[in-house]
């Protein structure tokens, strides 16, 4: 590629403008694009990441293969950071919205070497991608209650079909769709929700992937402290401490002078007998359950199991700030109260039903049961080794995000294609009905729609071109025929070769997966298509100096 570079800017740095700096910001999108692009669909291929220490990840996510490639080009970070904000946004569709950014600036390049100037297509992509929602939401969407009771057991497996636990999709899909229900909260407003942060995932090893369980409760991944303890408490007041649970030590810089040595002694008792205190003071309430971040000593050990008390350290803060939010409880940072003196509130002691221990393979976890709130929910994951484990994760946190974003939005469209030929039907023939320049960009946003079918037909082994030609039929008759109205919710059927109804076979996608990925995508390709010139700043003398010295 030829690049003109400015003899002089009057700064040190180099420039790259104008038609140049487009093709170098389109062929490195491009390029990210491909990485994906063979990962999409539910025959899509795996990705192995080897990093410089050989740490080995395998995995077909479009979020996750893009965070751990270490981009260079800035246009090419643009579609890692867009990738991200749909995985945080949605959760899924992370890949679709990367390979349709891409499509879309490689259409806008084709333009532009045509002499249509950017403002134009920049102009057409906004008012195509307007249309486009517009039509999603009056035509291609349908309401959850309009569909069977499974609708959203169908959008979890859909989800899940281009995962690792694709084959058990009906095992999984109810695990994910249960818990997520379990979770519905509401707010002051009456708003229902529900946080897929609320159901905690646990990686066991050992077993098969049909063997993970959801447990109607909260699961922490620790053990009690002794052996001695009991394994279970039923009717559990759970207390919740960020501190340790050792003797007392004196803060730095405090001194004690002694004149006898019998009183060392006395000053380690009266470090044992502070935390004691304190203990006693938990017991009083009637704490039998107690969690904490920090370390438990042996001799608090031996008190708490003669107190039959269940004891867990070194928790993670986040698992305790969960656990008093179901529990009722608060976490409890000091002792100390506005008199000076310690005591502690009984409305920071959570309550349970029941805490008990339960053991998978070779490790032990502690499960809280019936808690105040109820809603709350954990999913154990069993498999052969961590990469599965990992793989399984990401699925599940993906399945999780779509039922999730399906039951506060209660609107799906039909999948495998479906929404992306019939936006591209529509497009085409709004686009004839203009006559300024921005007609030619709108065509072209209409075609480059047609890259997520195609790329489905290429990772499935199938002839692209005969598929797309036939749902293309399908949705030109559905959009001028009233009596085939329902062909617009067609699309492909990638195991048997066909295209079909995919709203009655449930294959279905959450609404507002589609509509941001679309929107997404538009907004970084418009933001890259802005861009005409790149400036190079170089290096201060003195750094390139001390860089060289650091590599000799």
């Known amino acids: 590629m030829s690049q003109k570079r400015a003899a002089t800017l009057g700064i040190d740095g180099t420039r790259t403008s104008g038609e140049d700096v487009r093709t170098e910001n389109v062929t490195a999108a491009a390029a990210v694009a491909n990485i994906v692009r063979t990962s999409l669909g539910p025959m899509g291929l795996d990705k192995m990441l080897v990093d410089d220490l050989g740490e080995m990840m395998v995995t077909n996510d479009g979020a996750t293969i893009l965070q751990k490639l270490e981009v260079e ?56 991608a307007m249309e486009a929602l517009k039509y999603i939401r009056e035509h291609l969407t349908k309401q959850v209650s309009e569909l069977p009771k499974d609708c959203i057991y169908n959008i979890a497996k859909t989800s899940m079909a281009s995962k690792v636990i694709g084959l058990e999709s009906d095992h999984f899909a109810k695990i994910c769709v249960d818990a997520i229900m379990s979770v519905r909260t509401y707010d002051d407003m009456g708003d229902c929700s529900y946080p897929v942060s609320a159901v905690n995932i646990l990686k066991q090893h050992g077993k098969s992937s049909g063997e993970s369980q959801l447990i109607q409760g909260y699961a922490l991944n620790c053990t009690k ?79 708490l199991v003669d107190h039959n008390c269940y004891g867990v350290r070194r928790c993670k803060k986040d698992d305790l700030k969960r656990i008093a939010r179901v529990t009722g409880g608060q ?29 998978f393979a070779d490790d032990e976890c502690t499960i809280v049961e019936g808690t105040k709130s109820g809603n709350c929910a954990s999913i154990v994951l069993r498999g ?10 990401r699925a599940v946190h993906d399945c999780l995000c779509a039922a999730s974003r399906t039951l506060e939005a209660n609107a799906v469209v039909a999948g495998g294609g479906s ?33 997520i079918p195609k790329a489905l037909c290429t990772n499935a082994a199938l002839d692209a071109t005969d598929m797309i030609a036939k749902l293309k039929v399908a949705h ?75 590599m000799r």
């Open 384 to 393: 052969a080794n961590t990469y599965m484990l990992d793989e399984m994760h």
């Open 331 to 359: 976490v409890i940072t000091t002792f100390g109260d506005l008199s000076g003196e310690e005591s502690v509130d009984p409305a920071t002691i959570g309550s349970a039903e029941k805490v008990y221990e339960m053991r």
């Open 73 to 128: 080009h800035p246009a090419a970070k643009v579609l890692v950071d867009l990738a991200k904000l749909q995985d945080e946004e949605i959760g899924d569709g992370t890949t679709s919205v990367v390979v349709l950014a891409a499509e879309l600036l490689k259409r806008a390049n084709v333009l532009i070497q045509q002499r249509i100037h950017p403002t134009n297509i920049i102009s057409g992509y906004k008012l195509a």
């Open 419 to 451: 929404v992306e030929t019939a936006l591209n039907t529509y497009l085409e023939a709004f686009a004839v009905s203009l006559g300024s320049k921005e007609q030619l960009a709108i065509a072209e946003f209409a075609n480059a729609l047609l890259v």
């Open 225 to 303: 402290a002794s052996q001695q303890m009991p394994t279970g408490i039923t009717n559990a007041k759970i207390a919740l401490l960020d501190m340790d649970l050792r003797p007392v030590k004196m803060k730095m810089g405090v001194q004690f002078l002694i004149n006898k040595p019998e009183a060392v002694e006395e000053i380690k008792k009266r470090e044992m007998d502070i935390t004691k205190e304190r203990i006693n003071k938990l017991f009083a309430q009637g704490v039998n359950v107690i969690f904490t971040t920090g370390g438990i000593d042996d001799s608090m050990l031996k008190y």
């Open 476 to 550: 030109v008759q559905a959009q001028s025929k009233k009596e085939k109205a329902e062909q617009k919710y067609w699309g492909l059927d990638l195991m048997e070769g066909k295209v079909r109804n995919n709203m009655l076979a449930g294959v279905l996608e959450p609404a507002p997966s589609k509509c941001k990925s679309l929107r997404f995508a538009t907004e970084a390709a418009i933001t890259i298509l802005r861009i005409d010139d790149l400036i190079n700043i170089n290096a201060p003398e003195d750094d390139q100096e001390m860089m060289q010295k650091g």
